[in-house]
């Protein structure tokens, strides 16, 4: 088991950055991929990016690449979502993601919230014009 708390959230306007992290707890941290989804008012929860154990390996969906970027220290057991250039439609809670069984995930996958086991609470983000 492994526990997920997510801070950095909060209110910016458009055009700002905001850094997301997600601190773990539990199993060792190196053995999990992680992702990040988010979930806007009265849509689905979708998936934002996701990165390796390693960290070398970094996948993000279409609408966010080029401003945010994932990344993770795995000597402080936290993953961080760097966002920038931020529009209202980035607007959303933000969840952070444990996937316990990388080595069985792959392609379309990485986007399928089943694919991971741990979730956090979820952070808010807020984007205005």
């Known amino acids: 088991q492994v526990q997920l708390v997510e801070s950095g959230g909060g209110l910016v306007q458009a055009g700002d950055s905001l850094r997301l992290s997600c601190a773990a707890s539990?199993?060792?941290?190196?053995?999990?991929?992680m992702g990040w989804f988010r979930q806007a008012p009265g849509k689905e929860r979708e998936f934002v990016a996701r990165?390796?154990?390693?960290?070398?390996?970094?996948y993000y969906t279409e609408s966010v690449k080029g401003r945010f970027t994932i990344s993770r220290d795995n000597a402080k057991n936290t993953v961080y979502l760097q966002m920038n250039s931020l529009k209202p439609e980035d607007t959303a809670v933000y969840y952070c993601?444990?996937?316990?069984?990388?080595?069985?995930?792959?392609?379309?996958?990485?986007?399928?919230?089943?694919?991971?086991?741990?979730w956090g609470q979820g952070t808010q983000v807020t984007v205005s014009s």
């Open positions: 993601a444990a996937d316990a069984n990388p080595a069985y995930t792959s392609g379309n996958s990485y986007y399928n919230g089943a694919s991971y086991d741990y």
């Open positions: 539990g199993r060792p941290f190196s053995s999990y991929a």
């Open positions: 990165i390796a154990r390693s960290g070398g390996s970094t």
